[in-house]
């Protein structure tokens, strides 16, 4: 079986532009593995 590889976002030649500086600190935790109900319970970020 063939792999098919994805189209470069920006191209060969162009370079991406650089990540903001926000991006360096993001957290990502998992819902349901943290005990949180997410139908009932209030999530604030």
């Known amino acids: ?3 098919v590889l994805p189209e470069p976002l920006f191209g060969y030649d ?3 532009p650089p990540m903001p500086q ?3 600190t993001v ?3 998992d819902l ?3 005990g ?3 139908v009932a319970d209030r999530i604030v970020t």
């Open 32 to 34: 349901e593995t943290t």
């Open 27 to 29: 957290g990502v935790f």
């Open 36 to 38: 949180v109900d997410v």
């Open 1 to 3: 079986m063939s792999q």
């Open 14 to 16: 162009v370079s991406a």
């Open 22 to 24: 926000w991006s360096q």
